[in-house]
């Protein structure tokens, strides 16, 4: 059979109906202990597959392929966060006296643990302009280990030209790292564009439900090894009844991300016109600064973007946000709802300095009904107007 597609994939990967009774979906096992036969095998050097619940189980395998598949990669772990998954990456390719560069539009809680984590254990952290493209060969040193990306960046959505950082980051002998949560593994293919290792925050898009943490680290086959090492050498270990969440949420990304992304888009192009609004930042819009490179290298975007008000009127911007009723006000974004999210990207730039006319506001496009979404961002705006004049 020819290559199947995505569509296909998301159906049928990490499951094995036939090892399971003909049950549709991988069975949950909860497991610490795994009885051994008797001493030759608990001493046999080629151990079996499943030896401790910590090291994982068929419940884990199951989502670890599937996500590995999707990824395009060599192999997957799975994490108890997101944010778990970028450090253990960062922890498993970073020695003391190593230089890692790090984009400054990266999620702030990974930013935060280089900052902390990394510099106190001799690692030199140093942040880049997201949009550096081939300048950050002039950044590279000869002990640079890891060039870390995220693309479209945290909350500003820069779009960074992956290919060539990564051709010139493999020059110098660096592995590059990516936060690919933005896309997800439909929208963008990292491992076709040079990333060796590639994080996913489950939590968002692939549970998809808002009632889950996790992440993931996908690697090449060079780049696994390290990443296993220290995954286990931490006590990384996943829940199973969160696991079987996350692989439900999987088989529905596909038409989930879709929606997701017709009703961002639709949203977008109305911030577009409206009065209040100074700029919109979706990559997906033409007139996005990094659309040529996001329309080149992705096949897709979420639901995920944000605007810039034309005024940073504390009182303005919460007579706008308080007034929504169908955008909760909440951190994280990825399930089935709405959400709305005032940022402030100059707080904690450090390689760039985030100039805006005014509020920027983070927003999550769910998958209520469109015209009841636009009514109610009218109907705040209104708001906001008594408020402004
Ligand atoms: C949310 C998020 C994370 C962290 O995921 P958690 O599961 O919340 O720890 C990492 N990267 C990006 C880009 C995110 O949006």
């Not at 395998?61 to 990824?71: H, K, P, R, S």
């Not at 998809?208 to 390290?226: F, L, N, P, R, W």
């Not at 038409?255 to 990559?283: C, N, Q, S, Y």
Request: net charge negative.
């Amino acid at each position: 059979m020819s290559e199947k597609k995505t569509d296909t994939v998301i159906i049928s990967a990490g499951r094995d109906p036939e090892a399971n009774f003909g049950i549709v979906n991988p069975p949950v096992y909860h497991a610490s202990t795994v009885l051994y036969p008797d001493m030759a095998t608990l001493r046999a050097k080629k151990r079996p597959l499943v030896t401790y619940g910590r090291r994982g189980t068929p419940t884990t395998f199951a989502l670890q392929d599937a996500i590995a598949e999707l990824e395009g990669g060599y192999k997957t772990v799975l994490t108890a966060s997101g944010l778990a998954g970028c450090t253990i990456a960062l922890l498993a390719h970073l020695h003391a006296g190593d230089h890692v560069l790090i984009t400054d539009s990266v999620y702030g809680p990974t930013r935060n643990f280089a900052d902390k984590v990394l510099k106190r254990y001799g690692v030199e952290v140093e942040y880049y302009d997201p949009l550096i493209g081939n300048g950050i060969a002039a950044l590279l040193r000869p002990n640079t280990k890891v060039l870390f990306v995220e693309a479209p960046g945290s909350n500003t959505f820069e779009v960074q030209d992956i290919p060539a950082m990564a051709e010139i980051a493999h020059a110098a002998g660096a592995l590059v790292m990516m936060d690919n949560t933005w896309a997800s593994p439909l929208y963008f293919k990292p491992f076709e564009h040079g990333v060796d290792v590639s994080i996913q925050a489950v939590t968002k898009y692939i549970c998809g439900h808002s009632d889950v943490m996790m992440g993931s680290i996908t690697t090449t086959e060079a780049a696994y090894k390290a990443t296993l090492d220290m995954h286990g050498d931490i006590g990384m270990a996943v829940a199973p009844d969160d696991v079987y969440l996350a692989m439900r949420g999987l088989r529905t990304l596909s038409v989930r991300l879709a929606r997701h992304m017709e009703t961002g888009l639709t949203l977008a192009k109305w911030f577009e016109d409206r009065p209040e609004v100074a700029r919109v930042i979706h990559p997906a819009l033409p007139t996005d600064p990094g659309h040529e490179i996001w329309k080149r290298d992705f096949t897709g975007a979420s639901g995920l973007f944000s605007i810039v008000l034309k005024t940073h009127a504390q009182d303005a911007v919460a007579a706008f946000v308080d007034h929504l009723e169908l955008f909760g006000i909440g951190y994280s974004w990825g399930g089935f709802e709405s959400l709305v999210m005032p940022q402030n990207p100059g707080d904690y730039r450090t390689a760039t300095k985030w100039e805006a006319e005014g509020q920027l506001i983070r927003f999550h496009a769910g998958l209520e009904d469109v015209g009841d979404l636009i009514a109610d961002l009218e109907a705040a705006f209104a708001n906001m107007k008594t408020v402004t004049g």
